[in-house]
Nanobody, 113 residues
Framework: QVHLVESGGGLVQPGGSLTLSCAAS????????MRWYRQAPGKKREFVAY????????RYTDSVEGRFTISRDNTNNTLNLQMNSLRPEDTAVYYC??????WGEGTLVIVSS
């Protein structure tokens, strides 16, 4: 059974940094593209970033390009999202996604002074 558990969210001031993690199990993590999404209050869930199975290519939505970095550890079945220069508009629940169909419970990021 696919199981995804996000962690690392919290309250951070504008301009600050956070690193999110997603612990994955129940599928062959090293064979799977992985994605981060987020959902801000009152808005639809949106794509943030994805990374190939080998971690050799990644892509970002325009609003986070240059500030966020997606990475993975295929030895420990972990997906990460390093978030720098955070803005209030980055406030959202962040979710990892596997195989297109599976979601974690999410981790809340609040960017506020």
């Amino acid at each position: 059974q696919v199981h995804l558990v996000e962690s690392g969210g919290g309250l951070v001031q504008p301009g600050g940094s956070l690193t999110l993690s997603c612990a994955a199990s129940g599928f062959t993590f090293s064979d799977s593209y992985m994605r981060w999404y987020r959902q801000a209050p009152g808005k639809k869930r949106e794509f943030v970033a994805y990374i190939t199975s080998a971690g050799d290519y990644s892509r970002y939505t325009d609003s986070v390009e240059g500030r966020f970095t997606i990475s993975r550890d295929n030895t420990n079945n972990t997906l990460n999202l390093q978030m720098n220069s955070l803005r209030p508009e980055d406030t959202a629940v962040y979710y990892c996604n596997a195989l297109g169909d599976y979601w974690g419970e999410g981790t809340l990021v609040i960017v506020s002074s």
